[in-house]
């Protein structure tokens, strides 16, 4: 037998517990903390406060409602703390928070029944449920993949409270004559146990939520160090690109000027076309990487609405008239004209007029192209077209590496036409924001068919 005054031990965790909120307050406050699980986690520690008071200020035996209130209040202390430290992911998950609010609520019930018990069986009963509620957590953090280290940790920490427990509630069970506040050493120093994890579960927290704000801070740097690579392998990609078409229309522009008196009519009309090629295709880059820029810095808004997806092909089929006149091509649509998707329209314009551009510029005179229907999914609301051309088609290693940003595929048209290698990269990014994906179906010297699908209804 030691003499252990249990009274004073409530007191002396209630006051604990005020530091332990002064601590998670200055906590919340240098650091800006805005996470549900910091709130939740005071709260039951205020609760804990007021439940630890009214067990040390008891001085005779408890009613069966008195008995009902404090083992409520009591499981669900233990349910919010260990929901705390065992099931944070950053972000507060309200649904798996419900799930597991079943555990202290039946538990809860269960023991309701017994509020008329004597001491020693209420004793087994409240002992053997926490006992259940820290095995159980401890077996989550100890095979459930994705916990951190000091989660882990906790794991072996809870296994061994849940033990002790145990040996409480057995204690109690075999002990008949159990009074209040018990002194027997197989009573008291469990509860000591218990309450010195009482102290240890904040801490633990406090390392955990820093353990997994530097997890986040990792993964961030890795992310924006790989983006800063290959932005900057794109803009070196962009600045090649452009020091060709720059360096022509300089150079068209100086023979045009200083032999302006000597060049034939024949050549002066050459030079002219050349003067207009590259001057297009400059333009066309300068666009796309305006639009790719803008869209990365968040300057273009995702505005969607119900869009008629007939009206943005017949609409860029007019744009590019003259040059499949040039080209003697049939260029020609076939689907319903009402066709309704959910996406942005400036968005969805770029991506089509960029697509049928290729199709012109890889495909031979006299050629055709052919915007397709390809299917509507109402399940998985998509709908889908494809532009189909006849043209020279595309290698298949080169089909998924035209959408990747640090690689740059640029080949020249049938009638010489450069490209950019940014067209599709755009289109991709465009219709990402928009929900929607793209993909390529192409074989050499057979033609392509680039294929784009989009929502069919905001969901």
Not at 42 to 56: A, P
Not at 292 to 301: D, E, V
């Amino acid at each position: 037998m030691i003499d252990i005054d249990v009274k004073t031990l409530f007191i002396f965790t209630a006051a604990a517990n005020i530091f332990i909120i002064s601590l998670f307050a200055t906590y919340i406050k240098l650091y800006k903390v805005k996470n549900p699980i910091i709130y939740i986690f005071m709260l039951s520690r205020i609760i804990g406060i007021i439940f630890l008071i009214m067990l040390s200020l008891r001085k005779s035996e408890p009613t069966p409602i008195g008995i009902i209130i404090n083992t409520t209040i009591n499981l669900f202390i233990v349910f919010y703390e260990i929901y705390c430290i065992s099931f944070i992911e950053r972000k507060f998950d309200s649904k798996h928070f419900k799930r597991f609010l079943l555990i202290p609520v039946f538990f809860s019930i269960a023991i309701s029944f017994f509020s008329t018990s004597t001491i020693s069986e209420r004793m087994t009963v409240v002992s053997l449920s926490v006992s259940i509620i820290y095995a159980f957590t401890a077996y989550i953090l100890l095979t459930e993949k994705g916990k951190t280290k000091i989660q882990f940790l906790t794991g072996y920490i809870l296994a061994l409270a849940s033990l002790s427990l145990l040996m409480r509630a057995i204690s109690a069970f075999f002990k008949v004559d159990v009074i209040v506040y018990s002194t027997n050493f197989m009573l008291v120093i469990p509860l000591i146990f218990f309450l010195i994890l009482n102290l240890v579960i904040p801490l633990l927290l406090i390392f955990i939520l820093k353990e997994k704000d530097n997890e986040i801070i990792e993964k961030d740097n890795q992310k924006l160090s790989e983006l800063n690579k290959s932005k900057n392998k794109f803009f070196s990609i962009i600045a090649h690109d452009l020091r060709g078409p720059l360096g022509g229309l300089h150079q068209i522009g100086e023979l045009l000027w200083l032999n302006k008196n000597k060049i034939s009519d024949e050549k002066r009309e050459k030079l002219t076309k050349a003067l207009y090629q590259n001057s297009k295709n400059t333009f066309n880059l300068l666009d796309n990487l305006l639009k790719w820029a803008s869209a990365n810095a968040g300057l273009i808004s995702y505005e969607p609405s119900k869009l008629n997806l007939h009206e943005v092909v017949f609409n860029n089929i007019c744009l590019f008239n003259s040059q499949v006149k040039l080209k003697n091509m049939t260029l020609s649509w076939d689907f319903e004209e009402k066709l309704f998707v959910f996406a942005d329209s400036d968005m969805i314009d770029t991506v089509i007029r960029n697509i049928i551009s290729n199709a012109i510029k890889f495909t031979p005179n006299g050629g055709k192209i052919e915007i397709v229907l390809d299917k509507i999914d109402e399940a998985n609301n998509t709908c889908t077209i494809a532009v189909v051309d006849n043209g020279i088609g595309m290698a298949k290693e080169s089909q998924l590496k035209v959408f990747e940003i640090d690689t740059t595929i640029s080949t020249l048209g049938t009638n010489e036409e450069s490209g950019t290698g940014l067209g599709l990269k755009l289109c991709k990014e465009f219709l990402t924001i928009n929900k929607g994906t793209i993909w390529i179906e192409s074989n050499e010297n057979r033609g392509t068919s680039v294929f784009i699908s989009l929502p069919i209804k905001n969901i």
